[in-house]
């Protein structure tokens, strides 16, 4: 299936391209802060900027993602292309790459997005960074992809020198996506690929969406408010969710947490658990093992609420309050409520066992 | 490439697994710049455990043959060891000094070779990512190289008449997805316990002949396109600065001020909008 493309003289390729994904209608937030990078390294290299969208019927999805900063986009529409599948979306943009040689090519670090990058980038047998947190053009004009290693300890600088594309994946929330402006003129292009009934290799037997209802996932959330041995109790769980309610954010928990039987597995955070990567992480009663910051240290902002000083979590808070949890957390319900214009009446009630 | 099993033969799982440092004792050389291998405790890469764990329980239900694969140098046999005291029938080790500083790309394309030699396979699992490089790309890259069905990010596998289904999380929900054998599943990190090495699976460890060392030759692997100068990238230079710090506004006394404190702050901060 690999042909050696990649290592082509790498003056032939020219232009930055962004990989779009689409999400009920809008793009997801990490293609539009793609597109916002994507801009800044297209003017650095003085080449044009273009959005990949293979999809069914995407053409106005295609002209709103113009907006955000590109000079064009390519369509490729079929209805094989309907939902995403590794196999289909691999042949498109293998044979667009090959078509077309953008010397550039940005993926979100979606599921998605690194299901088709790791299947794509041994097919073109070139160089795939995942997890960029910055991007630079060195000397020789390369792209300089920088990316967390070793655990989050150190910034590695990547470099494809010698293959092209260079490619890279980024996570959601690593840039800032540009304002949309409904005025800018850009492109539509559409473009065929060959696709037969056998690259339909997967069928999708069955789709649950997350729910936001009672459900919000920590993965998913802006806010994480996560609770540990310093509850005490499962039933004070409770306030932690009154809390993420008004913050519109998600509840999870520290192992000790989860193995004292309080909440179920699938809300722990740490090493042996989930990943969490939020733009604020709320950790109420954990005190901060190595095992736990794995899991979400790379946290946009950290706060920290523990009645020991001494807590090592404190070391990479952002914000903190040394306090009792059982007195904090509902002056801040209150307080937030009463910043709202007091939807609630009253403080809510504390749960007689933590008294 | 093979088709779905018959009732003769039993179905073949190639589990692909890594032998990382222990994640809390990851260690960077300051001198090559590359991850401390010699002298740190090490493990089983967690989601390739959790990758052979699902394969230990399609062995358990139904007739299969759990073989596990890995590449690198020969201090990986104890994790290998460990995988067929868990349960796993026999075990590849691919080692070769030419490999060495592989990235994602020579890694896929090796592996794929050496899948092909073991042959007969009908479901290929690995960890959906390592806890050392964190990449995520050798899984879906060996599929890409076998052209094979992927399904990334599954939490649960099972066979149903002749063919894998698969649970795998999505960016915004659940899918169940159906392929065909032979295909590739990446096994989410955390989604199951793997089990304990069993005392019947220390003794086969112990009598020996579970782990077979093939070389590249052994293989057939082009040299051309392996290691550290066959790899599309370089790490260039690594800062050892830490994460950037933080700023640490700790808030303490009176809680009303406190959290009156602390709100204020993160509203300025546009941490928390409301």
Redesign the interface.
Known sequence: ??DGY?LEDKSHFRGVWVFLEG?AGGL?DVSTQLIGEGRRLADLRGTPLTGILPGHGVDALAERAIGYGLDRVIVVDDPMLEIYR??PY?QVMAQLIRRQKPEIVLFGA???G??????????L???????CVKFDI?AEGNL?MIR????????????????RPQMASVRRNVFVAPPHNPDRRGEIVHEQVELSPQDL??????????TKEGGLRPEEAD?VVSGGFGLGDPKNFQLLQDLADR?GGAIAASRKAVDSGWVP?TL?VG????TVRP??YIAVGISGA??HL?GM??S?????INID?KAPL?E?????????LF??LP??IR??DA??GGGVAGPPALPAEAR | MSGPPSEMRPMRIIVCIKQVPKAQELQVDPVTQTLKRVGVPSEINPPDANALEIALRLKDHHAAEVVVLSMGPTSFDESLERAVAMGADRSVLLTDRILGGSDTVPTAYALSETIQKIGGYDLILTGEETTDASTGHVGPGIAGHLDLPQITYVSEVRIVDGTIRARRTAEDGTEWWQTNMPSLCTVNFGCNKPRSPTLTGKIRVKRGGVIVHWSCADVGIDPKKVGLLNSPTIVAKVDTIRLPPRAGRIFSGDSKESVRALLDALIRDRVVAL
């Not at chain 1, 690194?114 to 097919?123: E, K, Q, S, T, V």
């Not at chain 1, 946009?300 to 920290?304: C, H, T």
């Not at chain 1, 990479?316 to 009792?324: F, P």
């Open positions: 299936m690999t990649g999400r997801r590794s196999r691999a979606s599921k998605n690194r299901d088709l990058g790791g299947r794509l980038h041994a097919i047998e070139t160089g795939l960074a995942a997890d060195d300089d967390p290693s070793f655990g989050g300890k150190s910034l590695a600088h990547i470099l494809c020198k010698k293959h290799d997967a069928k999708l037997l069955e789709f649950d969406e997350f806010i913050l597995k722990q090493q042996t658990g989930m733009k604020l190595v095992q794995a240290q790379e946009d902002k950290i706060l920290v000083p404190f990479i808070a952002d914000y903190g309050i040394v306090g009792d007195e904090v002056e801040m307080q937030l910043l709202k």
